[in-house]
């Protein structure tokens, strides 16, 4: 059964202190892993497509990188707006099943 | 905003009864995908429509149901509603099937049952 978890579930940074979220999935091949960004009572904002093992991608503090069994983001001296919930999705190679991470709750302390 | 309109935000309604939730998809987007959003599920995808037709289907119960029409906008039927079934409902669009481009969400409805 295809399946994403995230880790960890909550995380509480102070301003400019660098951490990383993690993505394991395990999916029937791998077509890409999608990270998402959601805001309380807001729907999921796409941040990044990652498509093979060793790929990266970047946008302001956050990278996104792959592996053959997980995903990790990572945010370089986070601020206070950086604080949502960061969500992960795997799709498998036949493109029909979408599955989704529990998140990661990020908040960000002046 | 991504560009994807769903109406109406909330809804309250009672158990036993019928809703319909709509959505219209980004200029252009073929695709129209409808997950549910609960606290203890997560977000669950529920099922998948092309240019009209559907493509694919995941954790939908038999009780719901969509549809999405010539202009490419999408309506999902809930009906015989349960307290399970107090969630957000987010729809999402994207240009083509569940390919590789990202999928651009809608801001959801939020469905309360009482």
């Known amino acids: 059964e295809d399946q994403v978890t995230q880790s960890p579930e909550a995380l509480r940074l102070q301003e400019g202190e660098s951490s990383s979220l993690n993505c394991s999935y395990t999916?029937?091949?791998?077509?890409?892993l999608f990270w998402y960004r959601q805001d309380p009572g807001k729907g999921p904002e796409f941040l990044f497509t990652?498509?093979?093992a060793g790929e990266e991608k970047e946008k302001e503090r956050l990278k996104a990188t792959l592996t053959k069994k997980e995903s990790f983001l990572h945010i370089t001296a986070p601020k206070p707006e950086d604080s949502a919930t960061y969500l992960c999705?795997?799709?498998?190679?036949?493109?029909?099943?979408?599955?989704f991470g529990p998140g990661t709750r990020l908040s960000v302390l002046p | 905003d991504s560009g994807v309109t769903q109406t109406p935000k909330h809804l309250i309604t009672a158990t036993g009864q019928r809703v319909t939730l709509r959505c219209s998809p980004r200029?252009?987007?073929?695709?129209v995908y409808w997950y549910q959003q609960s606290l203890d599920q997560g977000l669950q995808f529920l099922i998948q429509?092309?240019?009209?037709?559907?493509?694919a289907k995941g954790n939908i119960l038999e009780r719901f149901s969509a549809q999405q029409f010539p202009d490419l906008h999408s309506e999902l039927n809930l009906s015989s509603l349960e307290l399970g079934d107090s969630a957000l409902y987010f729809c999402?669009?994207?240009?083509?099937?569940?390919?590789?481009?990202?999928?651009?969400f809608g801001d959801g409805t939020r469905l309360s049952i009482l």
């Open positions: 999402a669009s994207s240009g083509q099937g569940f390919s590789n481009q990202p999928q651009h």
């Open positions: 999916v029937s091949g791998l077509r890409g």
């Open positions: 990652l498509y093979s």
């Open positions: 999705a795997a799709l498998d190679n036949y493109g029909q099943n979408f599955v």
């Open positions: 200029s252009g987007d073929l695709s």
């Open positions: 429509y092309y240019n009209g037709e559907e493509r």
